[in-house]
Protein backbone atom coordinates (compact mmCIF):
# COMPACT_ATOMS: atom_id res chain seq x y z
CA UNK A 1 0.00 0.00 0.00
CA UNK A 2 1.57 3.30 -0.93
CA UNK A 3 2.10 5.69 1.48
CA UNK A 4 -0.45 8.87 1.75
CA UNK A 5 1.24 12.12 0.65
CA UNK A 6 0.14 14.91 2.16
CA UNK A 7 -0.60 18.18 -0.23
CA UNK A 8 0.34 21.13 1.48
CA UNK A 9 -1.27 24.42 -0.12
CA UNK A 10 0.32 27.93 0.26
CA UNK A 11 -2.57 30.47 0.72
CA UNK A 12 -2.60 34.68 0.43
CA UNK A 13 -4.04 36.09 3.06
CA UNK A 14 -6.92 36.82 1.93
CA UNK A 15 -7.33 33.45 0.46
CA UNK A 16 -7.23 31.87 3.92
CA UNK A 17 -9.79 34.28 5.11
CA UNK A 18 -12.39 33.58 2.04
CA UNK A 19 -11.57 29.63 3.39
CA UNK A 20 -11.91 30.20 7.10
CA UNK A 21 -15.18 32.41 5.72
CA UNK A 22 -16.38 29.14 3.88
CA UNK A 23 -16.08 26.71 6.94
CA UNK A 24 -17.67 28.89 9.28
CA UNK A 25 -20.71 28.83 6.62
CA UNK A 26 -21.17 25.81 5.98
CA UNK A 27 -20.59 24.80 9.78
CA UNK A 28 -23.25 27.12 10.40
CA UNK A 29 -26.00 25.73 7.15
CA UNK A 30 -24.88 22.66 8.73
CA UNK A 31 -26.05 23.41 12.12
CA UNK A 32 -29.25 24.83 10.61
CA UNK A 33 -29.95 22.15 8.59
CA UNK A 34 -29.77 19.49 12.24
CA UNK A 35 -31.90 22.21 14.41
CA UNK A 36 -34.58 21.43 11.53
CA UNK A 37 -34.70 17.42 11.16
CA UNK A 38 -34.44 18.20 15.70
CA UNK A 39 -37.58 20.14 15.19
CA UNK A 40 -39.18 18.08 12.77
CA UNK A 41 -38.01 15.29 14.90
CA UNK A 42 -39.64 16.57 17.92
CA UNK A 43 -43.00 17.45 15.78
CA UNK A 44 -43.13 13.67 15.10
CA UNK A 45 -43.33 12.68 18.32
CA UNK A 46 -45.88 15.25 19.64
CA UNK A 47 -48.02 13.82 16.48
CA UNK A 48 -47.77 10.15 17.21
CA UNK A 49 -47.83 10.57 21.09
CA UNK A 50 -50.79 12.53 20.87
CA UNK A 51 -52.54 10.38 18.59
CA UNK A 52 -51.92 7.45 20.67
CA UNK A 53 -53.15 8.76 23.65
CA UNK A 54 -56.05 10.99 23.30
CA UNK A 55 -58.61 7.65 22.57
CA UNK A 56 -57.36 6.39 25.30
CA UNK A 57 -57.82 8.91 27.57
CA UNK A 58 -61.42 9.47 25.68
CA UNK A 59 -62.33 6.05 26.74
CA UNK A 60 -61.07 6.10 30.18
CA UNK A 61 -63.84 9.37 30.25
CA UNK A 62 -66.53 7.02 28.52
CA UNK A 63 -65.68 4.47 30.88
CA UNK A 64 -66.15 7.10 34.17
CA UNK A 65 -69.43 8.31 32.43
CA UNK A 66 -70.81 4.76 32.50
CA UNK A 67 -69.83 4.30 36.34
CA UNK A 68 -70.97 7.21 37.92
CA UNK A 69 -73.80 6.66 36.48
CA UNK A 70 -74.50 2.95 37.32
CA UNK A 71 -73.68 3.96 40.79
CA UNK A 72 -76.53 6.87 41.04
CA UNK A 73 -78.80 4.83 39.26
CA UNK A 74 -77.95 1.66 41.72
CA UNK A 75 -78.49 3.74 44.92
CA UNK A 76 -81.57 5.58 43.29
CA UNK A 77 -83.78 3.05 45.19
CA UNK A 78 -81.61 3.05 48.89
CA UNK A 79 -82.13 7.04 48.55
CA UNK A 80 -85.35 6.63 48.34
CA UNK A 81 -85.91 4.13 51.22
CA UNK A 82 -83.85 6.55 53.24
CA UNK A 83 -86.12 9.36 52.83
CA UNK A 84 -89.32 6.93 53.67
CA UNK A 85 -87.07 5.30 56.54
CA UNK A 86 -85.81 8.29 58.16
CA UNK A 87 -88.89 10.73 56.59
CA UNK A 88 -85.98 13.44 54.78
CA UNK A 89 -86.89 14.67 51.51
CA UNK A 90 -84.47 14.10 48.99
CA UNK A 91 -84.09 17.73 47.85
CA UNK A 92 -83.11 18.95 51.21
CA UNK A 93 -80.03 17.19 51.82
CA UNK A 94 -77.36 17.64 49.28
CA UNK A 95 -74.81 14.89 49.86
CA UNK A 96 -75.43 11.14 51.47
CA UNK A 97 -73.04 9.08 52.62
CA UNK A 98 -73.21 5.13 53.39
CA UNK A 99 -70.54 3.53 55.29
CA UNK A 100 -70.39 -0.80 54.93
CA UNK A 101 -71.80 -2.50 57.88
CA UNK A 102 -68.33 -3.91 57.97
CA UNK A 103 -67.03 -0.33 58.51
CA UNK A 104 -64.14 -0.62 56.20
CA UNK A 105 -65.49 1.07 53.22
CA UNK A 106 -67.90 4.01 52.41
CA UNK A 107 -69.53 5.92 49.69
CA UNK A 108 -70.61 9.36 49.24
CA UNK A 109 -73.10 10.93 46.58
CA UNK A 110 -73.82 14.41 46.24
CA UNK A 111 -73.59 17.63 44.41
CA UNK A 112 -71.53 20.55 44.27
CA UNK A 113 -73.05 23.92 45.28
CA UNK A 114 -72.33 27.95 44.77
CA UNK A 115 -73.43 30.12 47.19
CA UNK A 116 -75.63 32.83 46.29
CA UNK A 117 -78.82 35.13 46.91
CA UNK A 118 -81.49 36.81 46.20
CA UNK A 119 -81.38 40.96 45.89
CA UNK A 120 -83.20 40.63 49.42
CA UNK A 121 -80.58 39.47 50.93
CA UNK A 122 -79.16 43.54 51.04
CA UNK A 123 -82.04 44.10 53.25
CA UNK A 124 -81.33 41.22 56.05
CA UNK A 125 -77.52 42.59 55.84
CA UNK A 126 -78.84 46.24 56.52
CA UNK A 127 -80.97 45.23 59.42
CA UNK A 128 -77.96 43.33 61.27
CA UNK A 129 -75.66 46.09 60.06
CA UNK A 130 -78.50 48.16 61.90
CA UNK A 131 -78.08 46.09 65.10
CA UNK A 132 -74.55 46.77 64.89
CA UNK A 133 -74.58 50.37 65.04
CA UNK A 134 -77.32 50.00 67.93
CA UNK A 135 -74.34 48.67 70.21
CA UNK A 136 -72.35 49.96 72.98
CA UNK A 137 -68.66 51.20 72.68
CA UNK A 138 -66.76 49.15 75.46
CA UNK A 139 -64.21 46.71 74.62
CA UNK A 140 -66.81 43.64 75.07
CA UNK A 141 -69.05 45.05 72.51
CA UNK A 142 -66.22 45.87 69.89
CA UNK A 143 -65.30 42.51 70.25
CA UNK A 144 -68.91 41.27 68.98
CA UNK A 145 -69.22 43.58 66.45
CA UNK A 146 -65.83 42.49 65.02
CA UNK A 147 -67.28 38.67 65.00
CA UNK A 148 -70.43 39.49 63.43
CA UNK A 149 -68.62 42.30 60.32
CA UNK A 150 -66.25 38.64 59.66
CA UNK A 151 -69.34 36.73 59.38
CA UNK A 152 -70.84 39.18 57.00
CA UNK A 153 -67.63 39.62 54.41
CA UNK A 154 -68.58 38.14 51.28
CA UNK A 155 -66.63 35.52 48.96
CA UNK A 156 -64.77 36.36 45.78
CA UNK A 157 -67.91 36.25 43.85
CA UNK A 158 -69.82 38.74 46.07
CA UNK A 159 -71.80 36.09 48.24
CA UNK A 160 -71.80 35.36 51.85
CA UNK A 161 -70.57 32.03 52.92
CA UNK A 162 -73.56 29.97 54.13
CA UNK A 163 -71.53 28.41 56.58
CA UNK A 164 -70.90 32.26 58.15
CA UNK A 165 -74.82 32.75 58.08
CA UNK A 166 -75.66 29.60 59.98
CA UNK A 167 -73.27 31.10 62.70
CA UNK A 168 -75.16 34.71 62.16
CA UNK A 169 -78.14 32.90 62.95
CA UNK A 170 -76.73 31.09 66.12
CA UNK A 171 -75.31 34.80 67.80
CA UNK A 172 -79.06 36.12 67.05
CA UNK A 173 -80.56 33.77 68.35
CA UNK A 174 -78.24 34.43 71.72
CA UNK A 175 -78.60 38.09 71.29
CA UNK A 176 -82.26 37.61 71.85
CA UNK A 177 -82.37 41.11 69.48
CA UNK A 178 -85.34 40.91 67.32
CA UNK A 179 -84.18 43.66 65.10
CA UNK A 180 -80.88 41.10 64.57
CA UNK A 181 -82.99 38.37 64.12
CA UNK A 182 -85.40 39.44 61.71
CA UNK A 183 -82.70 40.18 59.38
CA UNK A 184 -80.58 36.82 59.89
CA UNK A 185 -83.88 35.55 58.69
CA UNK A 186 -84.38 37.52 55.52
CA UNK A 187 -80.48 36.53 54.96
CA UNK A 188 -81.09 32.98 54.79
CA UNK A 189 -84.46 33.18 53.07
CA UNK A 190 -82.73 35.01 50.08
CA UNK A 191 -80.41 32.18 50.23
CA UNK A 192 -80.49 30.10 46.66
CA UNK A 193 -77.70 28.06 45.84
CA UNK A 194 -76.80 26.85 42.43
CA UNK A 195 -76.25 22.98 41.84
CA UNK A 196 -73.48 22.13 39.64
CA UNK A 197 -72.03 18.47 38.44
CA UNK A 198 -72.90 15.38 40.92
CA UNK A 199 -69.95 14.00 42.73
CA UNK A 200 -68.99 10.57 44.27
CA UNK A 201 -66.42 10.20 46.35
CA UNK A 202 -64.97 6.74 47.18
CA UNK A 203 -63.05 5.33 50.50
CA UNK A 204 -61.42 2.32 52.23
CA UNK A 205 -59.98 1.97 55.35
CA UNK A 206 -56.29 -0.05 55.29
CA UNK A 207 -55.57 -2.33 57.49
CA UNK A 208 -53.92 0.45 60.12
CA UNK A 209 -57.35 2.01 60.28
CA UNK A 210 -56.61 4.65 57.92
CA UNK A 211 -59.29 5.63 55.77
CA UNK A 212 -57.93 6.61 51.82
CA UNK A 213 -59.88 7.99 49.14
CA UNK A 214 -59.71 6.03 45.78
CA UNK A 215 -59.04 8.39 42.93
CA UNK A 216 -61.66 8.97 40.65
CA UNK A 217 -59.79 11.73 38.42
CA UNK A 218 -56.48 11.65 35.94
CA UNK A 219 -55.28 14.62 38.32
CA UNK A 220 -55.98 13.03 41.53
CA UNK A 221 -54.56 9.40 40.08
CA UNK A 222 -50.68 9.33 41.57
CA UNK A 223 -48.59 7.79 38.49
CA UNK A 224 -45.57 5.76 40.13
CA UNK A 225 -42.79 8.37 40.21
CA UNK A 226 -45.20 10.84 42.05
CA UNK A 227 -45.90 7.88 44.41
CA UNK A 228 -41.89 7.46 44.85
CA UNK A 229 -41.39 10.91 45.03
CA UNK A 230 -43.98 10.95 47.93
CA UNK A 231 -42.19 8.43 49.92
CA UNK A 232 -39.04 9.80 49.97
CA UNK A 233 -40.60 13.00 51.62
Same mark, same amino acid.
Given at each position: ?????????????? @??? #?????? +? /???? %??? *? $? @??? #?????? +? /???? %??? *? $??????????????????????????????????????????????????????????????????????????????????????????????????????????????????????????????????????????????????????????????????????????????????????
Amino acid at each position: MENEKKVQVEMTAE @QAE #AFAAFQ +A /KQKK %EAE *A $A @QRK #ADRETY +A /KMVD %EEV *A $AVIPELRRLSDNIKVVKSKVYQNFAQVLDIKSNVLGITKDTQRTHTFTHSDGNMRLTLGYNCIDGYRDTVEDGIAMVKQYIESLATDEKTKSLVSAIMRLLSRDGMGNLKASRVLQLRKMAEESNDDKFMEGVKIIEEAYQPTMTRQFIRAEYKDKKGQWHIIPLSVTDADTDEEEEAEVKK
